[in-house]
């Protein structure tokens, strides 16, 4: 239990400063991302899954897969434990959330749009720790 609590903290503790790639606010003060939003499960002795669901600030929001690839790529090099990662966007909260979640949780598909310089640079100032 004590670990799960650890790892709920830490993987809020990661996403909570995510930059939105439009705004100058991060994910938590756009309110994009909660502490309600992550949960952690136990899948073995040492490894978990970790399954975000994110709420997108307009049900119409553009950027929701950018938004998703990056809580991934942040979390993938950040998280201290194993772990398998699940996204999604909250439940009712986009037009096009079925097609939005397929895409964020396609390794190929996050593989391919990290391979796209412009998409990754993106990605980057979103993920990148303010100093």
């Not at 799960?4 to 939105?20: M, N």
């Not at 037009?95 to 310089?117: C, G, L």
């Amino acid at each position: 239990r004590y670990f799960i609590v650890g790892h709920l903290s830490s993987a809020l503790d990661i996403i909570r400063t995510i930059r939105d790639p439009e705004k100058p606010n991060t994910l938590e003060e756009l309110e994009v991302v909660t502490e309600s939003c992550v949960e952690v499960h136990e899948i073995s002795e040492d490894e978990y899954l970790v399954i975000i669901r994110f709420t997108p600030t307009v049900p119409h929001c553009s950027l929701a897969t950018l938004i998703g690839l990056c809580l991934r790529i942040k979390l993938q090099r950040c998280l201290p434990f194993r772990h398998k990662l699940e996204i999604y966007i909250s439940e009712g909260t986009h037009s096009t959330e079925e097609d939005i979640n397929k895409q964020i949780n396609d390794k190929e598909r996050v593989a391919a749009a990290m391979e796209n310089p412009n998409l990754r640079e993106i990605v980057e100032q979103c993920v990148t720790e303010p100093d």
